[in-house]
């Protein structure tokens, strides 16, 4: 279905959406950050900017609390979170390359348990894309193969036009049920054209050479001086929309406490170590090797595609300069 909505019927929208009930997140200033984030009314939102961190937080908070314990003298009571108390979220503003992450997630929190905190959320939030219209010098979607334009992951998709307002263009059941149930903010398309999209300046990687040259040199001293300035600090995973790794700890004393569910990420140290004392990657080119083979070998394996979306934010947080981008550009010619 193509429609188009203006400027101001999108605020009406959103206050709509907030007035049912619904938790609306979009993109807002935050301290001067642009940042996704819930909110009040449609007053403050900034759609021109790639918000700082991705918008995977909204399927898979940073930290959760999954149980709840008490003992009193031997009784000792258990107590669920229950996912049903997620609320109906409209996820609003998502850059493809952060909407393109959702089914990339979708696959690992549905394949050999399905994770129900991940995927009530993800029932419940219908995702509005926005086409991009502004790169920088870190972004390189379409050298994964994805555009500023794609809208994989989005439920209905919004263009920027000339003269203002958005074509809009419904891709699921949910991007429909959204419009029909808000008909009078729609009209019929505009005919106007697009806003011209960014244009990200990174050549294509040819992926296959990259898998090949990966499936081939898990050990080679290429690594070494990949990582060597890596500080193992793990902000490009908890930036990332596309990184999933997570830990349970529980907190707590012997009387009463939490079982949380916390992000994790394959560059901080204690990652793989064992209990024993031992950790199989030891040293910072293995844990960062574990994430470009995670990224472009070991999940392409698994689900047949790459767990990057070319968001460029591993680029510009790196506190050491390492470019993801330049590292698989130079795999691909090896
Ligand atoms: S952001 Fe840079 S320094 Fe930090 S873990 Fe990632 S690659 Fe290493
Ligand atoms: S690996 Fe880096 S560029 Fe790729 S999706 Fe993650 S943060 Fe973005």
Redesign the pocket.
Same mark, same amino acid.
């Given at each position: 279905m193509q429609k188009f909505i203006s400027q101001q019927n999108l605020g009406h929208l959103l206050d709509k959406l907030i007035a049912d009930g619904k938790r609306v997140v979009a993109p807002r200033m935050e301290a001067g950050t642009p940042l996704y984030g819930p909110f009040a009314d449609s007053a403050g939102i900034v759609l021109g900017q790639l918000p700082r961190r991705s918008a995977k937080e909204t399927f898979f908070p940073v930290c959760e609390d999954i149980m709840s314990y008490g003992k009193e003298g031997q009784q000792v009571t258990l107590t669920d979170v229950n996912p049903a108390r997620f609320p109906e979220t409209v996820l609003v503003g998502v850059r493809p390359c952060d909407a393109a992450a959702v089914p990339v997630l979708d696959a690992v929190f549905s394949w050999d348990y399905q994770d129900e905190f991940f995927l009530e959320r993800r029932q419940k939030t219908t995702i509005v894309g926005l086409a991009c219209t502004q790169a920088d010098d870190a972004c390189f979607c379409t050298a994964v193969g994805l555009s500023p334009a794609d809208p994989k992951g989005s439920d209905l998709f919004l263009t920027p036009v000339e003269g203002g307002g958005y074509a809009c263009e419904t891709f699921t059941e949910k991007g429909e049920t959204l419009v029909n149930s808000h008909k009078e903010l729609f009209g019929e398309p505009s005919g106007a054209p697009a806003l011209p999209l960014a244009e990200p300046q990174t050549e294509k990687f040819d992926l296959k050479k990259v898998k090949a040259w990966l499936d081939d040199h898990f050990e080679d001293p290429a690594w070494d001086s990949i990582?060597v300035?890596? %500080? !193992?600090? !793990?902000?490009?995973?908890f930036?990332c929309p596309a990184c999933h790794c997570f830990d349970i700890v529980d907190e707590g004393t012997e009387k009463a406490g939490k079982r949380r569910k916390s992000w994790d990420?394959c !560059?901080?140290w204690k990652f793989t170590h064992h209990a024993s004392g031992h950790n199989p990657r030891d040293l910072?080119p293995k844990?960062?090797r574990n994430?470009i083979m995670h990224k472009f070998k070991y999940y392409d394996d698994k689900f047949g595609q790459t767990l990057c979306t070319g968001c460029g934010r591993?680029i510009r947080?790196?506190? %050491? !300069?390492?470019d993801?981008a330049a590292i698989v550009s130079e795999i691909s010619k090896k």
């Open positions: 990582a300035r890596c %500080v !193992g600090c !793990g902000a490009c995973a930036l990420a !560059g901080f910072q844990r960062y994430r591993c947080f790196c506190p %050491v !300069g390492i993801i």
